[in-house]
């Protein structure tokens, strides 16, 4: 079974940046499209960006366009989350998720995402 397990996060000054790493085991990363999520307290699952494996990405929030870039290295069987110029509304838990479907979904769907990682903390504080 694939297992992801999300790094990176931390507690970081607003304006700072975070590069996120989605790391995957059991299976290939490669088979998989790839989403990263966030969800704020109180607040609902948000889909932040996903990757395909073809490595062509499409992103699901407008607040972080151009901000947040997803990108992937099958070779180490990860997926990373380069996040620039943070914000206090960024604080989040930010999840991984791996899709059986090759190709993003045009809109993010929670339920159809098939692997979870555990979340890694992300803080930026106001």
């Known amino acids: 079974q694939l297992q992801l397990a999300e790094s990176g996060g931390g507690l970081v000054q607003p304006g700072g940046s975070l590069r996120l790493s989605c790391v995957a085991s059991?299976?290939?990363?490669?088979?998989?499209?790839i989403t990263w999520t966030r969800q704020a307290p109180g607040k609902e699952r948000e889909g932040i960006s996903c990757?395909?494996?073809?490595?062509?990405?499409?992103d699901y929030t407008d607040s972080e366009k151009g901000r947040f870039t997803i990108s992937r290295d099958n070779a180490k069987n990860t997926v990373y989350l380069q996040m620039n110029s943070l914000k206090p509304e960024d604080t989040a838990v930010y999840y991984c998720?791996?899709?059986?479907?090759?190709?993003?979904?045009?809109?993010?769907?929670?339920?159809?995402?098939?692997?979870w990682g555990k979340g890694t903390q992300v803080t930026v504080p106001s």
């Open positions: 990757i395909s494996i073809t490595h062509i990405s499409t």
């Open positions: 059991g299976y290939s990363l490669d088979r998989y499209a």
């Open positions: 998720a791996a899709d059986r479907h090759a190709l993003c979904r045009d809109v993010f769907d929670d339920s159809g995402m098939d692997y």
